[in-house]
């Protein structure tokens, strides 16, 4: 995470991001650029730095380290035991001490021997952080929510279209069985036409309060600036470095985002929306329902599940529907579409496969399962939706531009003001 008094590391970053932009921009880029490591071949490694490694942060790197090809060189975060915690995991998994540490992530990001970012952060820093590491060479698996506004969501999206790096959201779900499958069934037409997508959301609101202000640590301990980074400044508290900083409307998008960044993306995913959003957004309740240009519903909802574990999908057709979660158990109708499977392992927080599925598309140079384009539209949805329960009123959005049709009020909320010197 940055340091933003450390200009000699932010000059000698841009002049490194200067150096590496054409091959920040060509396609067939080959990763694992260090010297070999153990049985793999120089030209197969992959090397790994992590920014902001929390706990889930920690089980998403073990996911990078399981596979042999994959030596975590660098951390990055503003909190010197957090640093000092990851080198030790990286160092032991090695058998070396060549993990290095930083606080200062333009430092990091400068070395060309890094190929790949994991951001693992708070949610405030996921799309900046992405888009930084970008643009000096990087690819990136963020862990999500990756946006916190529309506007972040399509500046992600364009700047991995513009430097051609490889971009995998954390939404694991895309690459977990239980899911896959019942995306299948409405793509062999199991289901007939697909009327209606059901997300789980959770409660939406967020709060504008600040908790009380504590003594400032010093900054080798907590780099509190950093730790904002683009958000308003306010006093420091322990409890939001120590991950309680959600529920808080400067640092965390609310309820609908942080489930539906994962169910609302399955939805897209499964009614063949990845490349459109919905055109109307109807808060009712805690949820929103919306609808696309061609009729088919989106419904977030927080309550009314059959059951099937934490981040459950929907998805009904005029001959038959789907349930399923992060049990990996579904209900199904009719249940003649049992007998393709009957039920997966439970995996909906696991990160391993969708983690295979980044590092092998870093080699291939072949989009991800959850890419830039994709994961940014699910947001978008999502956030367009939050905007329609805040406002308490139905909203139309232009799905090409993303655009709120004739409400001026909900385009303002499109974007968020961010602390100097950070902007997307």
């Not at 997300?199 to 907590?222: C, F, G, I, Y």
């Not at 439970?346 to 391993?352: F, N, Q, V």
Request: glycine share 8%.
């Amino acid at each position: 995470m940055p340091n933003r008094t450390t200009s000699f590391s932010r000059r000698r970053f841009l002049k490194r991001t200067a150096q590496v932009a054409a091959v920040a921009l060509a396609p067939q880029v080959v990763p694992g650029r260090a010297l070999g490591f153990g049985a793999v071949a120089p030209s197969e490694r992959i090397t790994v730095a992590g920014l902001g490694i929390g706990g889930r942060g920690a089980g998403v790197l073990r996911s990078f380290m399981s596979n042999p090809e994959v030596q975590v060189l660098a951390v990055c975060d503003v909190r010197k035991s957090r640093r000092e915690a990851v080198k030790h995991m990286a160092d032991s998994h090695h058998g070396n001490t060549d993990c290095d540490m930083y606080r200062d992530m333009y430092e990091m990001l400068a070395r060309p021997d890094i190929d790949t970012i994991l951001t693992a952060t708070g949610d405030r820093w996921h799309a900046l952080m992405s888009i930084i590491s970008c643009k000096a060479g990087k690819d990136v698996f963020s862990e999500k929510p990756c946006s916190m506004t529309i506007a972040e969501s399509e500046a992600l999206a364009d700047t991995f279209r513009q430097y051609g790096r490889i971009y995998q959201a954390g939404t694991q779900r895309r690459s977990i069985g239980n899911f896959i499958f019942a995306t299948d069934l409405i793509a062999k037409g199991k289901l007939g036409k697909l009327h209606t997508v059901h997300a789980n959301t959770r409660n939406p609101p967020t709060s504008h309060q600040w908790l009380p202000e504590e003594p400032l640590p010093p900054k080798e301990e907590v780099d509190w600036d950093a730790w904002l980074g683009p958000c308003p400044w306010r006093p420091y508290n322990r409890r939001y470095v120590q991950g309680r900083w959600r529920g808080f409307f400067d640092f965390h998008g609310g309820g609908i985002l942080e489930w539906g960044s994962h169910t609302v993306d399955l939805c897209q995913w499964a009614g063949q929306k990845d490349h459109i959003a919905p055109v109307e957004y109807v808060p009712e309740g805690s949820g929103v329902v919306c609808t696309y240009d061609d009729g088919l519903k989106l419904v977030m909802r927080t309550g009314g599940w059959m059951g099937l574990g934490t981040c459950s999908v929907r998805y009904e057709g005029d001959e038959g529907w789907i349930e399923t979660g992060d049990s990996g158990r579904f209900a199904v109708e009719p249940e003649s579409l049992r007998t393709a499977r009957t039920e997966f392992r439970r995996a909906g927080t696991d990160p391993s496969t969708h983690v295979r599925n980044f590092l092998d598309c870093v080699k291939t140079r072949k989009p991800a399962n959850s890419n830039s384009d994709v994961a940014a539209l699910s947001h978008i949805v999502c956030h367009a939706a939050y905007i329609a329960w805040q406002l308490g009123r139905p909203l139309r959005m232009d799905p090409a531009t993303h655009y709120f049709i004739d409400d001026d009020e909900a385009d303002r909320m499109r974007s968020r003001a961010m602390r100097e010197p950070w902007h997307v």
